[in-house]
């Protein structure tokens, strides 16, 4: 019996390279929006996560996340 076939060998752990583009765009584009300034306030440091994370919300949509966050 063949288990696992076609399966990748390494375990699959990390978060790959289409990962890191994305997080390399949310850096871009929070910074470019603001959201990476001031960072010793608690709430800046959440805006600035949020927006790493969600920003296809910030560069397509236009959210802002500093009247949701705040």
Same mark, same amino acid.
């Given at each position: 019996?063949? +288990?696992?076939? @076609? +399966?990748?060998?390494?375990?699959? +752990? *990390? #978060?790959?390279?289409?990962?890191?583009? &994305? $997080?390399? #765009?949310?850096?871009?584009?929070?910074?470019?929006? @603001? &959201? $990476?300034?001031?960072? /010793? #306030?608690? *709430? /800046? %440091?959440?805006?600035? $996560?949020?927006? %790493? %994370?969600?920003?296809? $919300?910030?560069?397509?949509?236009?959210?802002?996340?500093?009247?949701?966050?705040?």
């Amino acid at each position: 019996m063949m +288990r696992g076939f @076609g +399966r990748r060998g390494t375990g699959g +752990r *990390g #978060i790959g390279f289409f990962g890191v583009v &994305y $997080l390399a #765009i949310g850096l871009l584009v929070a910074a470019t929006h @603001g &959201y $990476l300034v001031a960072w /010793n #306030i608690p *709430g /800046n %440091i959440l805006e600035g $996560l949020a927006a %790493i %994370i969600l920003w296809p $919300l910030v560069a397509f949509f236009g959210v802002d996340l500093h009247t949701l966050i705040a």
